[in-house]
């Protein structure tokens, strides 16, 4: 499973981060006017939007806007104020919400595989989990042509393809080469460029 979350202009779920949290405020992706389309924050973006339309909203920082959007909510769809105070209140409930997920996307990485992450957590609530000391050694989890398959704690290596015997012999039978990321690093060691 890809991450969701990202501040890459090019990626296929630029629509998911629409609205972000930045310095404590919520800033609204490519809010600004043409030809530059700057982020904004939100209050920015609901000022220059009630300027534009007569609204009766101030919007003069976000401590004050929550409080008139909160008002606002209580008309529902009857003024258009009310309707932008439910814009605002999502906008703030999926910067919230992304926030949060971005912290634990940031601990998982690019991919991951929510069976493998439940099974985990299950296995740890059961007290069946232990934390090994790091290895004083190298290893091929922290080598540069070690590439972890996602939700294991093995992987493929760049340089060999396929498992060797104790005398350096290629063993075809063995199928392809998929290290374990505590396994003692080889020769062909490289660490990982951070
Ligand atoms: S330490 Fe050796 S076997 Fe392990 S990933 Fe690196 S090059 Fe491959």
Request: aromatic share 8%; glycine share 10%; charged share 35%.
């Amino acid at each position: 499973m890809k991450r969701l979350t990202t501040d890459d202009e090019k990626s296929m779920f630029r629509s998911l981060n629409l609205f972000y949290g930045k310095d404590g405020e919520v800033w609204v992706r490519g809010g600004g006017p043409e030809p530059d389309y700057q982020d904004v924050t939100l209050v920015q973006w609901i000022k220059w939007a009630a300027e534009e339309h007569g609204l009766n909203i101030e919007a003069e920082n976000a401590e004050s806007l929550g409080d008139e959007m909160y008002d606002a909510l209580q008309d529902g769809t009857e003024t258009v104020e009310g309707i932008v105070g439910l814009l605002h209140a999502a906008a703030i409930q999926a910067a919230e919400m992304r926030e949060r997920l971005k912290l634990i996307e940031d601990i998982l990485g690019d991919d991951y595989d929510l069976d493998r992450l439940r099974e985990m957590v299950e296995a740890d609530r059961e007290g069946r989990c232990r934390i090994h000391p790091k290895s004083e050694n190298n290893t091929c989890g922290s080598c540069g042509h070690f590439q972890r398959i996602s939700g294991r704690r093995c992987g493929t290596c760049d340089v060999y393809s396929k498992y060797r015997d104790r005398y350096g012999r290629v063993d075809d039978r063995r199928g392809t080469f998929t290290p374990s990321q505590s396994k003692k690093a080889c020769k062909r060691y490289e660490p990982r460029e951070e």
